[in-house]
């Protein structure tokens, strides 16, 4: 295995860090992405479902890669 | 004939205009008998909305795009009693066509991994070698902190737990890691966050405090 970059390490770090005894999984995590997505454009508060997908995404690179994807064409759409 | 074309195109062109606003109730709409008009509507709307979030991905062609709205507009369909309205219709819509095309363009990213050379990184992982101790710096603090993370993933992860982190640090799609180990995707997240939850709970044993780790990562 190639040695680890420290953008690599600080991305498992991160992860253990931000790790719950009680986690969304990734199908849960995309039932609450559309209204994450439009209250964080906005700034508005999350509530505790929602900072449960806060938490999913420092540890899921994938439903992080979607959301950013999401709120890019809430962006550009308006 | 021409302002009778216009005429009857009017009343459809507003209610289009609506929906899009949110003010026209897009389930009811999509299960009504005459849904063609509406499903073709939110088609080009799904279909710009990839336009959007695809434009730099150059290996995308318009032709996958149009696959990617088809596919996500049947997934719609059947799951439209699943839309809770937290969000507008159309946000949703979007993160599913999001979904659709992003788990396809990942599975063409699978790389030719075997199962052993997956279970071969993870045993390489707690190595000096892969996960060196001055990868932050010389500072003590950040080196123990790297020692202590290595010594954990040896003594605390079964070879599956290092194998799949391994392969998630690789960048491999998790869906690839599932296959891989032959399980699905729950037994997988619970292995992962079995695994994550062990490796917290040994910093924490060994006084690292989270503190340490937040000031040594905001950088
Ligand atoms: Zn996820």
């Avoid at chain 1, 039932?31 to 995404?57: D, I, K, M």
């Avoid at chain 2, 897009?26 to 849904?35: C, G, I, R, S």
Wanted: glycine residues 6%; hydrophobic residues 45%.
């Amino acid at each position: 295995m190639k040695p680890l970059t420290k953008q690599q390490l600080v991305g498992l770090i991160n992860s253990v860090d931000a790790t719950r005894d009680q986690e969304l999984n990734c199908a849960d995590c995309q039932n609450f992405a559309a209204e994450f997505a439009e209250r964080q454009l906005v700034g508005l508060p999350l509530n505790e479902a929602l900072a449960r997908v806060e938490q999913h995404l420092v540890i899921c690179p994938e439903c992080r890669e979607e959301l950013l994807a999401l709120k890019k064409i809430l962006e550009t759409s308006g | 004939m021409r302002a009778g074309f216009w005429m009857a195109v009017r009343p459809l062109l507003a209610k289009f205009h609506r929906m899009v606003a949110g003010e026209i109730n897009w389930v009811e709409a999509l299960q009504a008998a005459d849904n063609a008009a509406v499903l073709g509507e939110l088609r080009a709307i799904l279909l710009n909305g990839l336009r959007i979030s695809l434009r730099d991905r150059h290996e995308v062609s318009e032709a996958h795009l149009e696959d990617f709205a088809q596919e996500a507009l049947l997934k719609i369909l059947e799951r439209l009693n699943q839309f809770s309205g937290r969000s507008k219709f159309t946000t949703w819509a979007h993160s599913i066509a999001i979904n659709t095309a992003f788990t396809e363009l990942r599975r063409k990213r699978w790389r030719d991994v075997s199962l052993d050379a997956l279970l071969a990184d993870g045993r390489e992982l707690n190595e000096p070698a892969t996960m060196a101790d001055d990868t932050f710096g010389d500072d003590q603090e950040r080196v123990r902190l790297v020692a202590v993370l290595r010594k954990a993933i040896a003594e605390k992860l079964s070879d599956k737990q290092r194998a799949a982190i391994a392969g998630s640090l690789e960048g491999l799609p998790f869906d690839q890691i599932v296959g891989l180990l032959g399980t699905n995707r729950n037994a997988a997240y619970k292995l992962v966050h079995d695994a994550r939850r062990a490796l917290k709970q040994h910093l924490m044993d060994a006084g690292i405090s989270l503190e340490t780790i937040r000031t040594t990562f905001a950088e």
